[in-house]
């Protein structure tokens, strides 16, 4: 079975700091990892994901993601955060082959964005 | 290209009574996921259609059910509704060697 751990369920940062959102996963199986962002009375847009090409994943909106297997770990950074970033934020895990096909999700990181 | 789409965006239901939910999804794209949102329970699958057929299902009630339509579209059902099921229910569409799924705004449902 796949699980994730986001850890910490609310993250403040400061306009313009560092944003490092903690993500943990597993899995039987080599892995795809997923960071998704909902705003408030929205679906889950797709940041980016990584699916055991670089390790090193870029998204949108400036967000980047280090796959890291030693560490079973998936962060999401920002090297400034913007009050636009303010959102939840979940990473999700899956095997996306075969039968099992879905996503399974962490239970996500509220991001607040003080100016 | 039009994003997913899912109709009704909101909805009020009495305990009891049974709700369908609608999903379109991108065009071309053959596989459709349902999750639901709850603030306890997080994001949870429930089940996915591809070419009209059922492939994976989450673990839910079997009042929870759904179906495809030869043209990809997806319908959800909740039958005997419980307060329980008050929920933002979440559509993904995906072609399944894209490797990710996109996501519909969601149905948020109300049962009272």
């Known amino acids: 079975a796949q699980s994730v751990t986001q850890l910490g369920s609310h993250v403040s940062v400061s306009e313009g700091a560092l944003v490092l959102l903690r993500c943990n996963y597993s899995?039987?199986?080599?892995?795809?990892l997923f960071w998704y962002v909902q705003y408030p009375n929205q679906g889950l847009q797709l940041l980016l994901k990584y699916t055991s090409a670089a390790t090193l994943v870029k998204g949108i909106n400036g967000f980047e993601a280090e796959f890291k297997k030693s560490e079973t770990s998936f962060h999401l950074t920002k090297p400034s955060a913007h009050m636009s970033d303010a959102a939840e934020y979940f990473c999700a895990v899956s095997d996306l082959r075969g039968s099992n096909y879905k996503l399974t999700f962490g239970k996500g990181t509220l991001l607040t964005v003080n100016p | 290209k039009a994003g997913v789409t899912q109709t009704p965006r909101y909805l009020i239901k009495t305990r009891g009574q049974q709700v369908t939910l609608s999903c379109s999804p991108i065009?071309?794209?053959?596989?459709v996921s349902w999750y639901q949102q709850t603030p306890g329970q997080g994001l949870q699958f429930l089940f996915e259609?591809?070419?009209?057929?059922?492939?994976n299902k989450g673990n839910f009630p079997g009042r929870f059910s759904g179906r495809q339509f030869s043209n990809s579209r997806s319908e959800m059902n909740v039958s005997t509704l419980e307060l329980g099921d008050s929920a933002l229910y979440l559509c993904?569409?995906?072609?399944?060697?894209?490797?990710?799924?996109?996501f519909g705004p969601g149905t948020r449902l109300t049962v009272t």
């Open positions: 065009s071309g794209h053959r596989s």
């Open positions: 259609y591809f070419s009209e057929t059922q492939r």
């Open positions: 899995s039987s199986v080599p892995p795809y």
């Open positions: 993904a569409s995906s072609n399944r060697g894209l490797n990710e799924q996109y």
